[in-house]
Nanobody, 124 residues
Framework: QVQLVESGGGWVQAGGSLRLSCAASGGTFSRYSMGWFRQAPGKEREFVAH????????YYADSVKGRFTISRDNAKNMVYLQMNSLKPEDTAVYYC?????????????????WGQGTQVTVSS
């Protein structure tokens, strides 16, 4: 059983930056690929970014490409999401997730464990 705890959310003005962190425990972190998703009120949970388990290959949703960067530190069992040039439409609860299979996926149904989420609010 893998446990995930997100942190780093908060309130920021448009154009600002936040860095989200996700701490993993209870499994062999280096064996998992990791993802970030977000869910705004009244909307479906949507894919934000994915990072591979070994070489750090990253994939992004078109809506965040060029503004967000996903990274991981396998020695610390951590995954991060650096968010720059934030927009009001980035407002959502952000979740990190574990995918036990090695290949990229952008569907939430392909991820096996989830954190509790952290709120990000971007004001205009």
């Amino acid at each position: 059983q893998v446990q995930l705890v997100e942190s780093g959310g908060g309130w920021v003005q448009a154009g600002g930056s936040l860095r989200l962190s996700c701490a993993a425990s209870g499994g062999t972190f280096s064996r998992y690929s990791m993802g970030w998703f977000r869910q705004a009120p009244g909307k479906e949970r949507e894919f934000v970014a994915h990072i591979s388990r070994s070489d750090g290959t990253a994939y992004y949703a078109d809506s965040v490409k060029g503004r967000f960067t996903i990274s991981r530190d396998n020695a610390k069992n951590m995954v991060y999401l650096q968010m720059n040039s934030l927009k009001p439409e980035d407002t959502a609860v952000y979740y990190c997730a574990v995918r036990s299979r090695p290949y990229y996926a952008d569907s939430r149904y392909e991820y096996d464990y989830w954190g509790q989420g952290t709120q990000v609010t971007v004001s205009s």
